[in-house]
Nanobody, 125 residues
Protein backbone atom coordinates (compact mmCIF):
# COMPACT_ATOMS: atom_id res chain seq x y z
CA UNK A 1 0.00 0.00 0.00
CA UNK A 2 1.28 3.42 -0.92
CA UNK A 3 -0.05 6.45 0.93
CA UNK A 4 0.31 10.03 -0.26
CA UNK A 5 -0.67 12.79 2.13
CA UNK A 6 -1.33 16.35 1.00
CA UNK A 7 -2.99 19.59 2.04
CA UNK A 8 -0.66 20.92 4.69
CA UNK A 9 0.32 24.56 4.87
CA UNK A 10 0.67 27.70 6.94
CA UNK A 11 -2.52 29.09 8.45
CA UNK A 12 -3.52 31.40 11.27
CA UNK A 13 -5.15 30.36 14.50
CA UNK A 14 -8.86 29.85 13.98
CA UNK A 15 -8.50 28.94 10.32
CA UNK A 16 -9.42 25.65 8.70
CA UNK A 17 -7.40 23.20 6.65
CA UNK A 18 -8.24 19.95 4.90
CA UNK A 19 -5.73 17.15 4.65
CA UNK A 20 -6.11 14.32 2.17
CA UNK A 21 -4.48 10.93 1.91
CA UNK A 22 -4.64 8.89 -1.28
CA UNK A 23 -4.08 5.15 -1.05
CA UNK A 24 -3.11 2.70 -3.73
CA UNK A 25 -1.89 -0.83 -3.94
CA UNK A 26 -4.60 -3.02 -2.52
CA UNK A 27 -8.25 -3.06 -1.54
CA UNK A 28 -8.74 0.26 0.19
CA UNK A 29 -12.02 -0.58 1.80
CA UNK A 30 -10.42 -3.36 3.82
CA UNK A 31 -8.05 -0.93 5.53
CA UNK A 32 -8.56 1.02 8.69
CA UNK A 33 -7.05 4.48 8.28
CA UNK A 34 -5.50 6.79 10.81
CA UNK A 35 -3.97 10.23 11.13
CA UNK A 36 -1.09 10.85 13.48
CA UNK A 37 1.01 13.93 14.07
CA UNK A 38 4.43 14.75 15.40
CA UNK A 39 5.40 18.15 16.67
CA UNK A 40 9.05 19.21 16.96
CA UNK A 41 10.67 17.56 19.95
CA UNK A 42 7.61 15.46 20.72
CA UNK A 43 6.57 11.91 20.11
CA UNK A 44 4.13 10.96 17.41
CA UNK A 45 0.56 11.08 18.67
CA UNK A 46 -2.79 9.81 17.55
CA UNK A 47 -5.16 12.30 15.96
CA UNK A 48 -8.03 10.42 14.34
CA UNK A 49 -8.96 7.10 12.79
CA UNK A 50 -11.75 5.50 10.85
CA UNK A 51 -12.53 1.80 10.60
CA UNK A 52 -12.44 -0.11 7.36
CA UNK A 53 -16.20 -0.21 7.12
CA UNK A 54 -16.40 3.55 7.62
CA UNK A 55 -18.85 3.17 10.44
CA UNK A 56 -16.69 4.15 13.39
CA UNK A 57 -14.54 7.21 13.90
CA UNK A 58 -12.10 7.85 16.70
CA UNK A 59 -10.57 11.13 17.80
CA UNK A 60 -7.99 12.33 20.26
CA UNK A 61 -9.52 14.43 23.00
CA UNK A 62 -7.42 17.39 21.89
CA UNK A 63 -9.11 17.52 18.47
CA UNK A 64 -12.58 16.21 19.22
CA UNK A 65 -15.22 18.64 18.01
CA UNK A 66 -12.74 20.46 15.76
CA UNK A 67 -11.47 17.73 13.42
CA UNK A 68 -13.53 15.39 11.28
CA UNK A 69 -12.20 12.38 9.44
CA UNK A 70 -13.95 10.85 6.47
CA UNK A 71 -13.24 8.28 3.81
CA UNK A 72 -14.24 7.80 0.18
CA UNK A 73 -14.02 4.15 -0.80
CA UNK A 74 -14.54 5.03 -4.48
CA UNK A 75 -11.69 7.53 -4.69
CA UNK A 76 -9.54 5.57 -2.20
CA UNK A 77 -8.96 8.62 -0.08
CA UNK A 78 -9.36 9.76 3.47
CA UNK A 79 -9.71 13.36 4.51
CA UNK A 80 -9.12 15.21 7.74
CA UNK A 81 -11.10 18.41 8.01
CA UNK A 82 -9.44 20.59 10.62
CA UNK A 83 -11.37 23.58 11.94
CA UNK A 84 -10.60 26.13 14.63
CA UNK A 85 -6.92 25.38 14.36
CA UNK A 86 -4.66 26.26 17.26
CA UNK A 87 -0.91 26.85 17.39
CA UNK A 88 -0.58 23.59 19.31
CA UNK A 89 -1.90 21.76 16.24
CA UNK A 90 1.37 22.58 14.49
CA UNK A 91 3.01 19.32 13.47
CA UNK A 92 3.82 16.99 10.63
CA UNK A 93 0.69 14.99 9.95
CA UNK A 94 0.97 11.40 8.78
CA UNK A 95 -1.67 9.12 7.39
CA UNK A 96 -1.41 5.45 8.13
CA UNK A 97 -3.23 2.29 7.21
CA UNK A 98 -3.59 -1.25 8.37
CA UNK A 99 -6.02 -4.12 8.20
CA UNK A 100 -7.56 -6.05 11.04
CA UNK A 101 -7.45 -3.26 13.60
CA UNK A 102 -9.80 -3.53 16.53
CA UNK A 103 -11.16 -0.62 18.53
CA UNK A 104 -8.70 -1.08 21.38
CA UNK A 105 -5.68 -0.83 19.07
CA UNK A 106 -6.75 1.73 16.50
CA UNK A 107 -5.15 4.63 18.42
CA UNK A 108 -1.74 2.94 18.60
CA UNK A 109 0.81 3.94 15.99
CA UNK A 110 2.65 0.63 16.34
CA UNK A 111 -0.44 -1.17 15.02
CA UNK A 112 -0.26 0.53 11.63
CA UNK A 113 1.76 -1.16 8.93
CA UNK A 114 1.63 1.41 6.13
CA UNK A 115 2.64 5.06 6.45
CA UNK A 116 2.61 8.09 4.21
CA UNK A 117 5.37 10.65 3.98
CA UNK A 118 3.76 13.35 6.14
CA UNK A 119 2.53 16.85 5.43
CA UNK A 120 3.44 19.88 7.52
CA UNK A 121 0.76 21.96 9.18
CA UNK A 122 1.86 25.22 10.77
CA UNK A 123 -0.60 27.32 12.74
CA UNK A 124 0.53 30.81 13.66
CA UNK A 125 -0.89 32.71 16.60
Amino acid sequence: VQLQASGGGLVQAGDSLRLSCAASGRTFRSLSMGWFRQAPGKEREFVAAIKSNGGSEFYADSVKGRFTMSRDNVKNTVNLQMNSLKPEDTAVYYCAASSGLINSSIRRSDQYYYWGQGTLVTVSS
